[in-house]
C-alpha cells in the first residue's frame, strides 16, 4: 500500500480575508455560487460585495436549508444550474461545508470552503456526512479529493463563541496521538494509503501548537479579539488537525467519541468535548506514560475541556451504560481497531473508568 497524503489545493488563512474571497476565486472560476444560512448572508454579503467590485466575478447565494440530507443536495445542485454556479462556496459550519462538498462533488465542480468557526477540523477533509431530513446519520460520503480551497477570516472566527474554539482543540487533541497508533499499527489512513512523514509531523506540530498557545488562545477569544496564539490555534484546529487526522489515521480516540453518543446525558456536547475525553481513554488503554497523561489532563483542565464522566454530563454513572458504549466503540469496522493491539469490549469499558478516575484525581481542590 502506498503512503498518502491529502489536503486542500489551497489554504488561505489572515484577519479579514472573506473581503479577498472574490479574487482567491477567479483561479478557479468567476460564477460563485453560496450556500450559506440566511444570517450568515446577512453577515457575509457586504463584506464579499465590498472586495467584489475590483474583480471579475458575478456572486449568486443559496440559503442552506440546515441538513445534509441527499434532498438538500439534490435541491441546491437544481438551484445551481439554474443560476449556472461555476465554483460552490461553503460559508459557514460542518453542515454547511458538507453539503457545498457533495453538490461540488456530483456536479463535477471546484468547492471552496469558509469556515465560520473552528471547532472541528472538517473543512479540509474529503469527506461529507450525510444525514437524513429528520437529522439521523445515514452514511459517509468518501470524496476523490479534498476542496480545492480553504479560506479562513480569523477576524470572523475569533468573534464565535468561545467554546467553539476550545472545542476545536479538543478535536484537535486526539490528532497526533491517534496518528501515533496508526504508525505504530501500519494501520491505513483515512484517504487510502499510509501515513507519510510530513502527516506525522504536522500531527505532531498540532499538539505542540496546543500546548503552547491553547490557554493564551481560550482567554483571548472569551474576550473576542485576535491575538497571534489565536492565529496559530485556528491553524492547529483547521489545518494541521485537518491534515494530521486524515492523512496520520484515526484510532481510539474518535471511536470513543462514537461510542459515546450511546450515552444520552453527552448530547449536549460538542463533538471535540468528547474527543478529547477519548484522547485520554485511549491513554489510558496504552498505558501511556504518566507523565504524557498529566500533561494532557492538564491541558484539558486548563482550556476547559472535560477529563471526567461528570464533565460530560453523566452525572450518575451506570455500568450498563457505559458499556453500551464500549461495545460501540469497538463495532466491526470502527477505528479503534487501528489501535497496535487488539481492544475488546471490556477493555475499552476498563479503560473509561479508569480515565474518570485519573481524572477526578488529578483535577480535585487540593
Known amino acids: 500500500m502506498a503512503n498518502i497524503i491529502g489536503s486542500p489545493s489551497r489554504y488561505i488563512q489572515g484577519k479579514g480575508e472573506l473581503k479577498n ?10 460564477n460563485l455560487f453560496i450556500l450559506t444560512s440566511e444570517s450568515g448572508r446577512k453577515r457575509v454579503e457586504p463584506v464579499i460585495n465590498e472586495g467584489m467590485k475590483d474583480t471579475s466575478c458575478a456572486v449568486t447565494y443559496e440559503v442552506f436549508g440546515g441538513e445534509c440530507s441527499k434532498t438538500e443536495i439534490n435541491r441546491i445542485i437544481d438551484a445551481c444550474r439554474e443560476k449556472n454556479g461555476e465554483v460552490i462556496v461553503g460559508i459557514g459550519g460542518g453542515k454547511t461545508h458538507d453539503t457545498a462538498k457533495a453538490v461540488a462533488y456530483y456536479m463535477n465542480k471546484p468547492v ?39 479560506l479562513v477570516d480569523t477576524d470572523i472566527v475569533s468573534k464565535a463563541p468561545s467554546r467553539l474554539l476550545i472545542a476545536g482543540m479538543g478535536d484537535a487533541l486526539a490528532t497526533y496521538f491517534e496518528a501515533r497508533a496508526c504508525q505504530k499499527s501500519n494501520a491505513a489512513n483515512c484517504v487510502g494509503g499510509k501515513s ?4 506525522m509531523a504536522l500531527a505532531e506540530l498540532c499538539y505542540d501548537t496546543l500546548l503552547e498557545n491553547g490557554l493564551s488562545a481560550a482567554l483571548a477569544v472569551k474576550e473576542k479579539v485576535c491575538t497571534k496564539a489565536v492565529e496559530n490555534i485556528i491553524e492547529a484546529n483547521t489545518y494541521l488537525s485537518g491534515i494530521g487526522f486524515e492523512s496520520g489515521g484515526l484510532a481510539g480516540a474518535h471511536a470513543i467519541h462514537n461510542g459515546l453518543t450511546a450515552i444520552e446525558e453527552t448530547h449536549s456536547l460538542y463533538h471535540g468535548e468528547k474527543v478529547a475525553f477519548g484522547t485520554l481513554v485511549q491513554l489510558i488503554l496504552e498505558d501511556a506514560d504518566s507523565d504524557e497523561i498529566d500533561t494532557v489532563i492538564g491541558f484539558c483542565e486548563e482550556v476547559g475541556l472535560p477529563v471526567t464522566l461528570e464533565g ?3 452525572k450518575e454513572v451506570k455500568p450498563e451504560k457505559i458499556m453500551d458504549a464500549a461495545r460501540l466503540a469497538c463495532a466491526p469496522g470502527e477505528t479503534i481497531h487501528n489501535m497496535p493491539f ?18 477526578r484525581y488529578l483535577t480535585c481542590d487540593e
Do not use: Q, R, W
Open 21 to 30: 474571497l472574490c479574487s482567491h476565486a477567479e483561479k478557479c472560476g468567476k
Open 312 to 314: 460530560l454530563g453523566i
Open 196 to 199: 507519510t512523514k510530513a502527516a
Open 342 to 359: 487488539e481492544v475488546t469490549p471490556e477493555d475499552v469499558y476498563a479503560a473509561i473508568m479508569g480515565a474518570d478516575a485519573m481524572g
Open 112 to 150: 471552496i470552503i469558509v469556515p465560520t468557526i473552528a471547532s472541528t477540523d472538517a473543512p479540509c477533509s474529503a469527506l461529507s456526512v450525510i444525514y437524513t431530513e429528520e437529522g439521523v446519520f445515514e452514511e459517509y460520503l468518501f470524496l476523490p479529493s479534498s476542496p480545492n480551497m480553504v
